[in-house]
Antibody, heavy 120, light 111 residues
C-alpha cells in the first residue's frame, strides 16, 4: 500500500524550531518529487515547499523562505522539514504528499497531517 | 489573498450539477496543463480528484470532471450526492520562483 506518515508536530514557542518527518512506504521513494502543504486553522491549503526526486532541487514559498529547510533521505525513504524561527502564523496542520508527475499537476497520496502549534 | 481565485461557496441539490471556477494568469493556470483539483473534508487529508487539468486518477468517480479555457480552470461535479459536501481547491504550477499556488477554496453545500 502506498502510504505517507508524518510525525514531529507539536507545540513550539515563537522563534523556536521543530523538525517534521514523513515516512514513505509502498513505492520507489527516490523516483518521486515530494512536497509539503499546510492548512492553518480556518484557512485554505497553502503550498510550503517541494524537493526533487534526487534532492538536488528545493523550492519554498515566500512565507517560509529562509526559515524552513526541506530535505530527503532516499535510503531511508524519509522526507523532512526543518522549521526554524517559527511564528504564530506557522500554526497549521502540515501534510506531506508525493508529486505524481510535475509540481502542481497532482499529488497523491497525502499523509494524515501533523499539527504544529506556535504559541508562548 | 490567494494566487488563484475561486468562488467562496457554491451549492446545488442532489442530482444536479455544479461548476467551480479557478481563475489565474498566463503565468500559472493559462501557461501550461499542470492544474489539479482536491476535495477536502474536515479533519481529513486532501483527496486528489483531477490531475493535469482533466485526468481522473483511478478510483475517482466520473461524476468529477475538469477542464480549462485560457486562464480559468473548472471542476464540474454532476449528479451531486450528499457526500460531495466539502471544500474544493484548485492548484497550479506557477513557474520556478513561486512553483505552486492554490486557490482559496470553495465550500460546496448540497442542499
Amino acid at each position: 500500500e502506498v502510504q505517507l506518515v508524518e510525525s514531529g508536530g507539536g507545540l513550539a514557542q515563537p522563534g523556536g524550531s521543530l523538525r517534521l518527518s514523513c515516512a514513505a512506504s509502498g513505492f520507489i521513494f527516490s523516483s518521486y518529487a515530494m512536497t509539503w502543504v499546510r492548512q492553518a486553522p480556518g484557512k485554505g491549503l497553502e503550498w510550503v515547499s517541494a524537493i526533487s526526486d534526487s534532492g538536488l532541487s528545493m523550492y519554498y514559498a515566500d512565507s517560509v523562505k529562509g526559515r524552513f529547510i526541506i530535505s530527503r533521505d532516499n535510503s531511508k525513504k524519509t522526507l523532512s522539514l526543518q522549521m526554524n524561527s517559527l511564528r504564530a502564523d506557522d500554526t497549521a496542520i502540515y501534510y506531506c504528499a508525493r508529486v505524481l508527475t510535475y509540481y502542481g499537476s497532482g499529488s497523491w497520496p497525502w499523509g494524515q497531517g501533523t499539527l504544529v502549534t506556535v504559541s508562548s | 489573498q490567494s494566487a488563484l481565485t475561486q468562488p467562496r461557496s457554491v451549492s446545488g441539490s442532489p442530482g444536479q450539477s455544479v461548476t467551480i471556477s479557478c481563475t489565474g494568469t498566463s503565468s500559472d493556470v493559462g501557461g501550461h496543463n499542470y492544474v489539479s483539483w482536491y476535495q477536502k473534508h474536515p479533519g481529513k487529508a486532501p483527496k486528489l480528484l483531477i490531475c493535469d487539468v482533466s485526468t481522473r486518477p483511478s478510483g475517482v468517480p466520473d461524476r468529477f470532471s475538469g477542464s480549462k479555457s485560457g486562464n480559468t480552470a473548472s471542476l464540474t461535479i454532476s449528479g451531486l450526492q450528499a457526500e460531495d459536501e466539502a471544500d474544493y481547491y484548485c492548484c497550479s504550477y506557477a513557474g520556478t520562483n513561486t512553483l505552486v499556488v492554490f486557490g482559496g477554496g470553495t465550500k460546496l453545500t448540497v442542499l
